[in-house]
Structures are given as structure tokens and as C-alpha cells.
């Protein structure tokens, strides 16, 4: 690996001062799981790492709202979210997707903010995030925006985060009696990288469903919401709309061939386990599923 210099600064501000735009080879590091893959094989380059460990707690730690809205700092670990208490109570489908996310050892070390910004479609969370209408929150020089988490990824490792921009967090809003889950499929072991993800999240009126959010990741080139599949369902009961949803899913989502399985394969899972999250989330507490 090319040698690089490693800046650690105590505060945002520093960090965000430090990183420049994005050919200046000075690169954010969180955990460094993702980041130390692409630099080995020299994928990544950068000259500097300005490490984000170093700055204000706040971005570390998981904040409930009296409404039991989350806010989980960038720099918060996979771990910590996992074991939460909060996260259990408030958004029990993160946990619940948390716990098959790759091995212990990875979450002991991976962020949230570094999940995101990786960008890569694979990942679990993302789909998760955008059911539940979760906001990235993003500092700059220029100041502070909040984007949908699905406004996040624009193409294959590629973000909307605009040079020296880092993520501070995410807020989920407060889920009250909407139901949620996600569905990770893998074709090796459980704990893989999926070869699909699917989530769900919606309100219940008697037996119709309202308000309906699905997102897909891991099968399309980024994690984006499913809206045909919400338009099949809303104002719909279950029963009666699963059918043309997973048909709706697997009309809508583009999808490629890669080492888990062929585009066609892809759309069948996508169509199958479509019908699956919603029956999941209908079974699932208020909330979500652990
Ligand atoms: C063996 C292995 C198996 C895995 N399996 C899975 C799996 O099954 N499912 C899954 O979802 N994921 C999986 N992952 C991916 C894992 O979730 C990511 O590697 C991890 O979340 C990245 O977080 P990090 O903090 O280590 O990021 P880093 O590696 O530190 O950074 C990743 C990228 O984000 C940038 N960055 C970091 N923090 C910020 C910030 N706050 N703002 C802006 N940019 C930032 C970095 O410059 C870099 O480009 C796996 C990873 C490994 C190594």
C-alpha cells in the first residue's frame, strides 16, 4: 500500500477544514473497513486520512426524541447501533438487520456515516433507512443540509455528498404504530453481502395498508425506493395485494447479473420476497421486526 500521512483532528470543524476537494488525496476515515480494501490494491490513492475519531461525542452517540425519533451519529458503530436499546425500541427492524450485517468484527469497526458514504449498493442498511424516511444530515464549509437517505447515491460508489462534505448522522423519524421489515437474501452464507435486500414500512387502518414505503438494494445498482410497489399496496389489504406487488417490484427494478445470481433469478427473488416482507411486517410488532 502507497504510505499516506493520518491527520486526527478534535472536532468537526477541523475535520471538515482538513478535507479538500476531491482530487486534493486527503480522504475522511471512519472505521476504515471499506477505505482499507480499495487503498491495498491501490484502488485509492489518497496522500492524507483525516480520521473522524477523534471528534465531538455527540457524533458518536444515539439521541431519542420524547416522540422516540432517533438520532444516531455518523461515528456511531454498527455495533453500538446493534446492541442499542434504543434502536431495539424505537426501529427494532434496524437491529433486526444489524445482526445478520457480515460478522461481529466488522461491526465492532464500521460506522454508519462510513456505510453510507461507501455508497456501494450492497449494503443492508441503506433499503432499511429509506422505509423507515430517514434523513442523512451532512456538514460542510459551506454549513449543514438534510437529505432523504434515498437522495444519497447516485451511482456504483458514487455519492451525492459534494467535495469536503462529511456525514454527521441520521435521523429517523418516530415510527408509532407503522410496521416494518426487511428480508435479506444471500446465496452464500447468511451473513453475507445480500443478493437482494428488501424493506417495507406502512400504517395499518383496520386490515388496509396507508402510507406505504418499500425500498430495494443489493439486486439494482443503487438502493432506491420501490414505488410501484407502494402504489400497489396503498389503500389496499395485504391479502389481496401481494401478488401484484412482487409482480410490480420485479417489472420496476433494474437489475444485473453478477457472481449471486442472473438478472433473471434476481427478478424471481424479487417478486417472491416481495410478498415475503410484507407478510413479515404484518406478523412484526409495531415498529419492525427483531
Ligand atoms: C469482510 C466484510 C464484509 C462485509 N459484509 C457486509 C454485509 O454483509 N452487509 C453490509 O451492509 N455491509 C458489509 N460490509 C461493509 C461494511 O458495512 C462497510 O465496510 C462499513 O460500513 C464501512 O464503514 P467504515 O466506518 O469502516 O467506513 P470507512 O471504510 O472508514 O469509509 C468508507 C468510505 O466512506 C468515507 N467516509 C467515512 N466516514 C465518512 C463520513 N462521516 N462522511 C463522509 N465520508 C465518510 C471514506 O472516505 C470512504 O470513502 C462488509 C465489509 C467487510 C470488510
Redesign the pocket.
Known amino acids: 500500500m502507497k504510505p499516506f500521512g493520518l491527520a486526527e483532528p478534535a472536532s468537526l470543524k477541523d475535520a471538515i477544514a482538513m478535507i479538500g476537494d476531491a482530487d486534493s488525496g486527503v480522504?475522511?476515515?471512519?472505521?476504515?473497513?471499506?477505505?482499507m480494501?480499495m487503498m491495498k490494491p491501490g484502488i485509492l490513492q489518497p496522500e492524507t486520512l483525516v480520521s473522524?475519531r477523534g471528534i465531538e461525542p455527540r457524533y458518536s452517540s444515539i439521541e431519542t426524541a420524547g416522540d422516540g425519533g432517533l438520532f444516531i451519529g455518523?461515528m456511531t458503530t454498527?455495533r453500538r447501533m446493534e446492541l442499542s436499546a434504543d434502536v431495539a425500541r424505537h426501529a427494532p427492524v434496524v437491529t433486526q438487520a444489524l445482526r445478520r450485517?457480515?460478522n461481529v468484527r466488522?461491526r465492532n469497526?464500521?460506522?454508519l456515516?462510513?456505510?453510507l458514504?461507501?455508497g456501494d449498493p450492497h449494503?443492508?442498511?441503506p433499503p432499511v433507512l429509506i422505509a423507515l424516511r430517514a434523513k442523512v444530515h451532512i456538514a460542510g464549509r459551506d454549513g449543514e443540509r438534510q437529505i432523504d437517505v434515498e437522495d444519497l447515491f447516485r451511482s456504483y460508489l458514487e455519492t451525492s455528498?459534494d467535495s469536503g462534505e462529511?456525514?454527521t448522522g441520521v435521523t429517523v423519524p418516530a415510527q408509532g404504530n407503522r410496521k416494518s421489515a426487511y428480508i435479506k437474501h444471500t446465496t452464500r452464507s447468511a451473513?453475507?453481502?445480500p443478493a437482494l435486500g428488501l424493506a417495507v414500512s406502512f400504517s395499518l387502518d383496520g386490515d388496509v395498508l396507508r402510507d406505504v414505503r418499500a425500498a430495494i438494494g443489493a439486486a439494482t445498482d443503487i438502493p432506491q425506493r420501490l414505488k410501484s410497489v407502494e402504489t400497489a399496496l396503498e389503500g389496499k389489504r395485504a391479502a389481496d395485494a401481494l401478488q401484484g406487488a412482487g409482480d410490480a417490484a420485479a417489472a420496476e427494478a433494474q437489475v444485473h447479473s453478477d457472481a449471486r445470481g442472473s438478472a433473471a433469478y434476481k427478478r424471481e427473488l424479487i417478486r417472491v420476497f416481495t410478498g415475503r416482507v410484507i407478510r413479515k411486517a404484518m406478523e412484526s410488532a409495531a415498529g419492525g421486526t427483531i
Open positions: 480522504r475522511p476515515i471512519a472505521g476504515g473497513s471499506a477505505l480494501l473522524l455518523a454498527l450485517l457480515s466488522v469497526i464500521a460506522t456515516g462510513g456505510h458514504a461507501h449494503l443492508d442498511l455528498l462529511l456525514i451473513d453475507d453481502w
